[in-house]
T-cell receptor
Framework: AQSVTQPDIHITVSEGASLELRCNYS??????LFWYVQSPGQGLQLLLK??????LVQGIKGFEAEFKRSQSSFNLRKPSVHWSDAAEYFC????????????FGSGTRLSIRP | DADVTQTPRNRITKTGKRIMLECSQT?????MYWYRQDPGLGLRLIYY???????NKGEISDGYSVSRQAQAKFSLSLESAIPNQTALYFC??????????????FGPGTRLTVL
C-alpha cells in the first residue's frame, strides 16, 4: 500500500536559517509527489510537485524539493526561512489507483525563532 | 472571491444530530473531494466524486454520506454525529484533464465540534 512518512512532527528554525523537511514514501511505481503548505486557519496550498524529469523541483515562495528514488525521499528545502514560513507542511503522493486520490503524510509543523 | 468555498466555517453540534457541510467551487473542475484533518494524522479522504454521476468511498467513509448536486456543489452529511467526528473538514477540487494527476485546490475548511 502507498504511504507517506514525515518523521518530524515539529521543527523550529531561526529566521534566516536554512530548512529541510523530510518526506519518505512507499510506492510500487514511479510516484507523483507533492508538498502542500497550510498556514494557520487556512486551507492547503500547493508548493510544488514532481511528476517526472528533473529531480530537483522548484516551487513557490522560494521552496525546492529533490526526488531521490534510491532513498524513497522527497525532502523540501529552503535556503533562508522567513517568519511568514511558519505553517504546517504536508508531503503527499498520488494513491494506488491514482486519478488524483492523494495520500497525505501526517505533517510537519514549522516554527520560526526570531 | 474564493474559488472553493465551504459553509459553515465553524459548527458545534450535539451527538446524534444530522449535519450537512457544503462545498461550492467556481473553478469549473469536475472532480471534488472531502477530507478530514485530525492532529497528527494529516488529511484522510472521506469521499470523492469525478463527475455528477460518480461517487466513491475514500479511506474513512463510515458514518458519512455525500451528495453531488451539480458540478459545482458537493455536500458532506453526518447522519448521526458522534464526538469522534470532531475534526477539521476540507473540500477540494481538481481538473480531470491530463490523466488526472493534477493539483487539488482546497477550501478554507469547516471546523466541526460534536459534543
Amino acid at each position: 500500500a502507498q504511504s507517506v512518512t514525515q518523521p518530524d512532527i515539529h521543527i523550529t528554525v531561526s529566521e534566516g536559517a536554512s530548512l529541510e523537511l523530510r518526506c519518505n514514501y512507499s510506492y510500487g511505481a514511479t510516484p507523483y509527489l507533492f508538498w502542500y503548505v497550510q498556514s494557520p486557519g487556512q486551507g492547503l496550498q500547493l508548493l510544488l510537485k514532481y511528476f517526472s524529469g528533473d529531480t530537483l523541483v522548484q516551487g513557490i515562495k522560494g521552496f525546492e524539493a529533490e526526488f531521490k528514488r534510491s532513498q524513497s525521499s522527497f525532502n523540501l528545502r529552503k535556503p533562508s526561512v522567513h517568519w511568514s514560513d511558519a505553517a504546517e507542511y504536508f508531503c503527499a503522493v498520488v494513491g494506488y489507483s491514482s486519478a488524483s486520490k492523494i495520500i497525505f503524510g501526517s505533517g510537519t509543523r514549522l516554527s520560526i525563532r526570531p | 472571491d474564493a474559488d472553493v468555498t465551504q459553509t459553515p466555517r465553524n459548527r458545534i453540534t450535539k451527538t446524534g444530530k444530522r449535519i450537512m457541510l457544503e462545498c461550492s467551487q467556481t473553478k469549473g473542475h469536475d472532480r471534488m473531494y472531502w477530507y478530514r484533518q485530525d492532529p497528527g494524522l494529516g488529511l484522510r479522504l472521506i469521499y470523492y466524486s469525478f463527475d455528477v454521476k460518480d461517487i466513491n468511498k475514500g479511506e474513512i467513509s463510515d458514518g458519512y454520506s455525500v451528495s453531488r448536486q451539480a458540478q459545482a456543489k458537493f455536500s458532506l452529511s453526518l447522519e448521526s454525529a458522534i464526538p469522534n467526528q470532531t475534526a477539521l473538514y476540507f473540500c477540494a477540487t481538481s481538473d480531470g484533464q491530463g490523466g488526472g494527476y493534477n493539483e487539488q485546490f482546497f477550501g478554507p475548511g469547516t471546523r466541526l465540534t460534536v459534543l
